[in-house]
């Protein structure tokens, strides 16, 4: 009998789920179908020519991109990464003790070699 109710109760979950699904479609569906109701239509030739960043696309489609643009990206990416590992350690640091402080320094220590492998090879240097 207890089984029987633990079953029930697990299929009413799935109903409530699967009714709230069904409701999110229907409201993507009404949306758009307002969407399509409502706004104003005026095809011309202008607005299915080829648009890029509003200047008129012009020579060929190869361009080379310089590699340092990548490299800052990746760098910011990787110091932001840190951040976010940094900031609430630090809210915490008390509550850790002395091991997750050496653990911590460890980090900080790795992406300080990797940062000063990357000044001395010159990858910083913008030319």
Known sequence: MASSRL???ALS??????VLLLV????????MTANRLLRPSAPSPGKGAVYECGVDPVGGDWA???????V????FVLFAVE??????????????????AAEMGLFVGVLALGL?????????RWR
């Not at 951040?83 to 997750?100: H, I, K, Q, S, Y």
Request: no cysteine; net charge positive; charged share 10%.
């Open 24 to 31: 999110g479609f229907a409201f993507v569906a009404a949306a």
């Open 72 to 75: 800052y990206a990746y760098l």
């Open 7 to 9: 079953v029930g109760a």
């Open 64 to 70: 080379q991109v310089q590699i340092r643009y990548y």
């Open 83 to 100: 951040a976010v590992f940094l900031f609430p350690w630090a809210a915490v640091f008390r509550d850790f003790g002395p091991a997750a």
């Open 13 to 18: 979950e799935y109903l409530v789920f699967g």
């Open 116 to 124: 000063a492998y990357a000044w001395r090879k010159g990858v910083l």
